[in-house]
């Protein structure tokens, strides 16, 4: 068949046989959402921040399809579900209750400590942190382990010493520094097991270790390793915060951050809603300012036995807060005894003659 300008159209055959040289042999569609769901877990699980994966939805239409699946959102890790409490909202609660119904354990553990101590929702709270305790999550075993120390959530007779120590002796099994640190304090003083003071001081040792350990893995790649001592700073530049426990070693690195949810907690009550409501009712905070937990009832931590100035919901932020600062401003003296109004007079030594000069 001719066109009127005299031209042939091509065959059926031949324009298949010529188009099929150059046409890229096509992906199944379920190949193409193989590929983008493994990729998405890879990146879901790498992000430093909800709003990388928020980026990464916003990209195309499939990419939010795929990023809101179960198998996705079960990935997620602990930086990705890492909510500020300036930002919280009711679509990030959405957020993280989605990713909880995903089976993330990270989300389970974030969302419970925002509902036991922040809203106040002490079941729903404790039962999120029990569902991430039993995926062996160390930082909820050890978070329950402490609420059970303190009866957190009941009266002074709900503490179960017993199961505060079983949780924190599972918790330093899967390598919790706390845990290990206030499992050691506990074997030290009898405090829920039976006392042992070779066998706590060990558990300290291996703390500080696992300490060093996992500060030197977080240092830079072009650092060579700690400081014996600690470098002067230039231009009035602040010295940067060094972990305290390292010290013991003879070591000055920079300390690692803490868990996404003690952040919270503390952006929380630090300022805000959270920080009216604690001042209200009277509850203080724990003095260790990385955990950020406050009192659920008057009364419930415990202070410091010398000046009674600071108090602390674990053993483990008192050892932490001792080398970062209360050491030198505890000072019991200064705060029992007061000046005495008529001091006596004493009368000063007469002078001593001075020795004459020699003969030369």
Not at 158 to 179: E, F, I, S, T
Request: with cysteine; hydrophobic share 35%.
């Amino acid at each position: 068949m001719r066109t009127r300008n005299g031209l042939c159209y091509p065959k059926r055959e031949d324009a298949a046989h010529v188009s099929g040289r150059h046409r890229r042999r096509k992906r199944p569609r379920a190949e193409y959402a193989a590929v983008a769901a493994a990729g998405k877990r890879r990146r879901r699980a790498a992000a430093a921040s909800p709003a990388d994966f928020v980026s990464a939805l916003l990209t195309c239409k499939r990419f939010n399809e795929l990023g809101m699946q179960r198998m996705v959102l079960s990935k997620a890790s602990a930086k990705a579900v890492a909510v500020r409490a300036k930002d919280w909202s009711e679509p990030a609660h959405r957020f993280l209750k989605r990713c909880v119904d995903a089976g993330n354990l990270e989300a389970c553990y974030m969302l419970g400590m925002i509902r036991f101590y922040c809203l106040e929702n002490r079941g729903s709270g404790a039962s999120l942190m029990a569902r991430a305790a039993m995926g062996c999550h160390a930082a909820a075993l050890y978070s329950l382990g402490v609420i059970q120390f303190n009866g957190s959530g009941g009266s002074k007779g709900d503490k179960d010493l017993r199961a505060g120590a079983a949780l924190c002796a599972r918790a330093a099994a899967l390598g919790h520094v706390d845990a290990l640190r206030e499992l050691g304090h506990c074997l030290q003083d009898g405090y829920g097991v039976r006392r042992s003071l070779p066998d706590g001081r060990r558990l300290l040792l291996h703390a500080n270790a696992r300490e060093l350990h996992l500060s030197l893995r977080s240092l830079p790649a072009n650092h060579h390793g700690p400081h014996p001592h600690p470098h002067p700073h230039h231009h009035g530049q602040a010295p940067p915060r060094c972990c305290s426990l390292l010290s013991d070693f003879g070591c000055h690195v920079a300390a690692g951050e803490g868990h996404p949810a003690n952040r919270f907690l503390v952006e929380w009550f630090g300022c805000g809603r959270g920080k009216r409501l604690a001042e209200e009712e009277g509850l203080r905070m724990c003095s260790h300012e990385g955990c950020g937990r406050p009192e659920t009832r008057r009364a419930e931590f415990r202070r410091c036995s010398v000046c009674g100035a600071v108090n602390y919901c674990s053993r483990a932020c008192q050892a932490l807060h001792w080398k970062l600062a209360h050491k030198a401003d505890c000072s019991p003296l200064d705060r029992w005894l007061l000046p005495d109004p008529n001091p006596p007079i004493i009368p000063a030594p007469p002078p001593r003659p001075c020795p004459a000069p020699e003969m030369v």
